[in-house]
């Protein structure tokens, strides 16, 4: 079982802008859902809100630092990243993969304990965009899957899917 990070990113690593996404890529909602369904999905307070409901036939988890937060229906609450991955990723001998489904605060926060990050580019600067996915080096990750699709009637710009493993 690893650590995964999901993330869908404009040319400038934007992330999103007003609590939303970026703009909306059916192909790539598909994608997430056909790697995420009947995993663990770990996101942040403001992630959760911005989807308002907890994502079918995943197990979810919503972090918080607020001790008074009740967790919705079909959610799990923490107060800490770390302790997510002690409990679901170190102590979790199971084949039960965990995706980090952002936002930007956890993703800056998750990225030393990932070991692949599933990448959306969508081939677009948006100027708006009020959030960002960190920074990494290529001397710690490596491509290992690179598939590129074009515009269509569908989606507005060409995007592509890359996937990195830690070296
Ligand atoms: N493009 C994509 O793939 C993608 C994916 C996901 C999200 N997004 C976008 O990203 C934006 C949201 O990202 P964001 O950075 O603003 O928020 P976020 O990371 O979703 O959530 C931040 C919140 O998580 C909680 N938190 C953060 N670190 C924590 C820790 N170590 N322990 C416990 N709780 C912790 C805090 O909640 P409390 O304030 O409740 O304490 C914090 O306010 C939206 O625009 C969304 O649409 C984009």
Redesign the pocket.
């Known amino acids: 079982m690893s650590v995964n990070i999901?993330?869908?990113?404009d040319l400038n690593n934007g992330?999103?802008?007003?609590?939303?996404?970026?703009c909306k890529l059916p192909n790539d909602m598909k994608h997430f859902r056909s790697l995420t369904e009947n995993s663990i999905v770990v996101?942040?307070?403001?992630?959760?809100d911005?989807i308002g409901k907890a994502l079918p036939n995943r197990l979810n988890i919503i972090?918080?630092?607020?001790k008074q937060?009740t967790a919705p229906i079909g959610a799990f609450v923490?107060?800490?990243?770390?302790e997510v991955i002690e409990k679901y990723h170190v102590q979790n001998n199971n084949d039960t993969e965990l995706y980090i489904?952002?936002?930007?605060?956890?993703?800056h926060?998750a990225l030393q304990f990932a070991d692949q990050i599933y990448l959306?580019i969508i081939e677009n600067k948006f100027p708006q965009a009020?959030?960002y996915?960190p920074e990494f080096s290529l001397n710690e990750w490596k491509m290992i899957s690179h598939k590129r699709y074009l515009a269509d009637n569908n989606h507005q710009y060409n995007y592509n899917f890359l996937i990195y493993s830690r070296r």
């Open positions: 999901i993330a869908a990113i992330l999103g802008y007003k609590n939303d996404l970026l996101m942040g307070r403001k992630t959760y911005s972090l918080t630092r607020n937060y923490y107060q800490s990243l770390n489904i952002g936002g930007s605060e956890i993703y926060q959306t009020d959030v996915f």
